[in-house]
T-cell receptor
Framework: SQTIHQWPATLVQPVGSPLSLECTVE??????LYWYRQAAGRGLQLLFY??????ISSEVPQNLSASRPQDRQFILSSKKLLLSDSGFYLC??????????FGSGTRLTVV | GQSLEQPSEVTAVEGAIVQINCTYQ??????LSWYQQHDGGAPTFLSY????GLEETGRFSSFLSRSDSYGYLLLQELQMKDSASYFC??????????????FGTGTKLQVIP
């Protein structure tokens, strides 16, 4: 069966520090992968999507970047975090049923 | 572009039926999906409608009317554990190998005894 792993679950980072969030998928090959951010009490905003290794598209200009070094690995990064980067970050893949399967999420607080 | 509207909050009694509506405006449409998200958790996929009509999965049903750009999620025999936020999402046109999905802002359902 297909599973998606995301870590860490929570993170508190100071302003100006770097960030690296990792997401891996098991049980499927060449998945479409996505990074979403959800502000408190809000909907989901698409940050990046990837249709294959090394292929990254950004939906909104921001302080973040993404990479896909392996078929089933998707990484979200920042060189210097801003306060506005705080939020709930979710990795997802298209599960072929018409919907997404989301990872468990990382709650990032930038202080 | 794509935009979706759904009520921000709904309150319903345990054991009752509740309907959460979603209207959308989109330049291309392939389907409407629904997600459930409990506080502090990640969204989980509930249903997907590509064609008009009602899809039933246990206590949950989802309806789509493409001509009206409208859909709803119907929850029957409400249980306290159904208290959560529910998001509709539109799957739109392809661009760069990716089929754009836009999420609504969510409806917070509170089930009361």
């Amino acid at each position: 069966s297909q599973t998606i792993h995301q870590w860490p679950a929570t993170l508190v980072q100071p302003v100006g520090s770097p960030l690296s969030l990792e997401c891996t998928v098991e049980g499927t090959s060449n998945p479409n992968l996505y990074w979403y951010r959800q502000a408190a009490g809000r909907g989901l905003q698409l940050l990046f999507y990837s249709v294959g290794i090394g292929q990254i598209s950004s939906e909104v200009p921001q302080n973040l970047s993404a990479s896909r070094p392996q078929d089933r690995q998707f990484i979200l990064s920042s060189k210097k975090l801003l306060l506005s980067d705080s939020g709930f970050y979710l990795c997802a893949w298209s599960s072929g049923t018409g919907g997404y399967t989301f990872g468990s999420g990382t709650r990032l607080t930038v202080v | 572009g794509q935009s979706l509207e759904q009520p921000s909050e709904v309150t319903a009694v345990e054991g009752a039926i509740v309907q959460i509506n979603c209207t959308y405006q989109t330049s291309g449409f392939y389907g409407l999906s629904w997600y459930q998200q409990h506080d502090g958790g990640a969204p989980t996929f509930l249903s997907y409608n590509a064609l008009d009509g009602l899809e039933e999965t246990g206590r949950f049903s989802s309806f789509l009317s493409r001509s009206d750009s409208y859909g709803y999620l119907l929850l029957q025999e409400l249980q306290m554990k159904d208290s959560a936020s529910y998001f509709c999402a539109v799957r739109g046109t392809y661009s760069g190998g990716y089929q754009k999905v836009t999420f609504g802002t969510g409806t917070k359902l509170q089930v009361i005894p």
